[in-house]
């Protein structure tokens, strides 16, 4: 029997260590680690390459779009299994760009939730039915919310991260070891790619994202 390798994340240890403990009864899964934080789930996926994130939905730095994001650009196939507490215009946005997810209220039975995660190791979605009809009552406003940044690369981010921040292009090489000039052609590359007049502009769009929220050490 294939195992699944799971990778547990959720500000509440005690909550995802029973989930845990749950888990290495069963044959067909594999605890590859439990973090308590978004930085932490993603640094973590990367180098472990979990086929599903169980990820709980009240995390301390940065919410679960941003996890996904991240995962994403670097682990095309792992799969997300979110336990939530409440429907917002976020899990829409989730939904609407990639369909290896599975949705369950963090109240749900053991038994739902393991039902899930099979599904969702499997390559199919789950999705709670009550939350399916909570999704629909948010209106349709609030659900339209692509991902600006999703054309600029890795490096682009991380060097919009330090611009937003207000490190000029010489504090921004320093910190990245790039040279000055390196950095100068990503600004060029991102403001292009953003449709943007200037690095002041970027700077507000980033912080509308909030790229700017994640901690310093993510990207050093």
Same mark, same amino acid.
């Given at each position: 029997?294939?195992?699944?390798?799971?990778?547990?994340?959720?500000?509440?240890?005690?909550?995802?260590?029973?989930?845990?403990?749950?888990?290495?009864?069963?044959?067909?899964?594999?605890?590859?680690?439990?973090?308590?934080?978004?930085?932490?789930?993603?640094?973590?996926?990367?180098?472990?390459?979990?086929?599903?994130?169980?990820?709980?939905?009240?995390?301390?730095?940065?919410?679960?779009?941003?996890?996904?994001?991240?995962?994403?650009?670097?682990?095309? $196939?792992?799969?997300? +299994?979110?336990? =939530?507490?409440? @429907?917002?215009? /976020?899990?829409?946005?989730? !939904?609407? %760009?990639?369909? &290896?997810?599975?949705?369950?209220?963090?109240?749900?039975?053991?038994?739902?939730?393991?039902?899930?995660?099979?599904?969702?190791?499997?390559?199919?979605?789950?999705?709670?039915?009550? $939350?399916?009809?909570? +999704?629909?009552? =948010?209106?349709? @406003?609030?659900? /339209?919310?692509?991902?600006? !940044?999703? %054309?600029?690369? &890795?490096?682009?981010?991380?060097?919009?991260?330090?611009?937003?921040?207000?490190?000029?292009?010489?504090?921004?090489?320093?910190?990245?070891?790039?040279?000055?000039?390196?950095?100068?052609?990503?600004?060029?590359?991102?403001?292009?790619?953003?449709?943007?007049?200037?690095?002041?502009?970027?700077?507000?769009?980033?912080?509308?994202?909030?790229?700017?929220?994640?901690?310093?050490?993510?990207?050093?």
């Amino acid at each position: 029997m294939k195992k699944h390798l799971i990778l547990l994340a959720g500000e509440n240890r005690l909550f995802i260590d029973s989930i845990k403990t749950i888990l290495e009864r069963e044959a067909d899964f594999t605890v590859a680690g439990c973090v308590s934080c978004g930085v932490d789930a993603i640094r973590t996926a990367r180098m472990v390459s979990p086929d599903v994130i169980v990820a709980d939905q009240q995390m301390p730095d940065i919410n679960l779009l941003q996890i996904v994001r991240e995962v994403r650009l670097s682990l095309k $196939t792992t799969r997300f +299994l979110l336990l =939530i507490k409440e @429907e917002t215009s /976020e899990l829409l946005t989730i !939904l609407s %760009e990639t369909k &290896q997810v599975g949705i369950v209220q963090n109240s749900s039975d053991i038994a739902e939730l393991i039902s899930a995660l099979r599904s969702v190791s499997h390559g199919e979605s789950y999705i709670n039915p009550g $939350t399916i009809s909570s +999704l629909r009552m =948010i209106p349709q @406003e609030d659900r /339209e919310h692509e991902d600006p !940044l999703a %054309e600029i690369t &890795q490096r682009e981010k991380e060097v919009l991260y330090w611009l937003a921040r207000g490190l000029t292009n010489r504090e921004i090489s320093k910190t990245l070891i790039l040279s000055e000039k390196t950095v100068k052609n990503h600004v060029s590359h991102i403001l292009r790619k953003l449709d943007l007049a200037d690095r002041t502009k970027a700077a507000a769009l980033a912080w509308k994202e909030g790229l700017p929220m994640m901690p310093e050490e993510f990207f050093l």
